[in-house]
């Protein structure tokens, strides 16, 4: 993989992952209706985040698939899970059991061997 599909490659997982992080921090709220909690979210500043990260991801997306094949972009694309889960771990202190240590670690292993031979 040349330099630019790596940085490249690094700012989509970035983007996918902080915006996935913002909209999660949106939806957490203590507001007891569903139409407080959409006015909630909708004027918070993470869902804004949210929305912005995922359009310049769009963007970002189109950037990788034009230095890389669809195949392998995807492939690598998978690593997104892997940091969000890790995120979601550190972030919001959410559990990892053994299925999805293991999980996380096979799409991992995925993602290295596609990325060698990319």
């Not at 630019?4 to 921090?25: E, P, S």
């Not at 957490?28 to 949210?50: A, F, Q, Y």
């Not at 359009?55 to 990788?64: G, Q």
Request: charged content about 15%; hydrophobic content about 60%; overall charge neutral.
């Amino acid at each position: 993989m040349t330099s630019l599909a790596i940085f490249i490659w690094i700012l989509n997982v970035t983007l996918d992952t902080v915006g996935h992080i913002a909209l999660k921090r949106a939806a957490v709220t203590d507001n007891e209706t569903e139409l407080g909690r959409w006015k909630d979210m909708l004027s918070s500043i993470p869902i804004w985040i949210g929305i912005v990260c995922f359009c310049l991801e769009f963007v970002v997306w189109l950037a990788f698939l034009s230095v890389l094949s669809l195949s392998q972009g995807v492939l690598l694309g998978a690593i997104n899970m892997v940091s969000i889960v890790i995120a979601g771990k550190i972030i919001f202190k959410e559990k990892l059991d053994r299925n999805r240590i293991i999980g996380i670690s096979l799409i991992t292993l995925g993602v290295l061997l596609v990325g060698i031979y990319a």
